[in-house]
Nanobody
Framework: VQLQASGGGVVQTGDSLRLSCVASGRTIRSYTMGWSRQAPGREREEVAS??????TEYYLDSVKGRFTISRDNRKLDLQMNNLKPEDTAVYYC????????????WGQGTLVTVSS
């Protein structure tokens, strides 16, 4: 499966952005999907994920209540509200086949910059 992320940009503190990740090659129906981010000088961290069924979601503590992950069989979105400068990072979407235990497919990343 190939993943293409988009939607990043430069915004101000308190603004919103919606990231999208479109899958090609096959559907992502049977994949756990997630968004991770990597800020300069920091390790990549998982921001949010959603199970293949859509029933289970995970959010990094620092984004709970501000970010919402959603999906269908072809697309994964991340709605980001009330953005903060510490949200500045390159955001990556990723797919994990059920049973694999780790993300095996990654998009190319989209840069989000939040100015104060």
């Amino acid at each position: 499966v190939q993943l293409q992320a988009s939607g990043g940009g430069v915004v101000q503190t308190g603004d919103s952005l919606r990231l999208s990740c479109v899958a090609s090659g096959r559907t992502i129906r049977s994949y756990t999907m997630g968004w991770s981010r990597q800020a300069p000088g920091r390790e990549r961290e998982e921001v949010a994920s959603v199970s293949w069924s859509g029933e289970t979601e995970y959010y990094l503590d620092s984004v709970k209540g501000r970010f919402t992950i959603s999906r269908d069989n072809r697309k994964l979105d991340l709605q980001m509200n009330n953005l903060k400068p510490e949200d500045t990072a390159v955001y990556y979407c990723a797919a994990q086949r059920v049973g694999d235990g780790k993300y095996g497919y990654w998009g190319q990343g989209t840069l989000v910059t939040v100015s104060s």
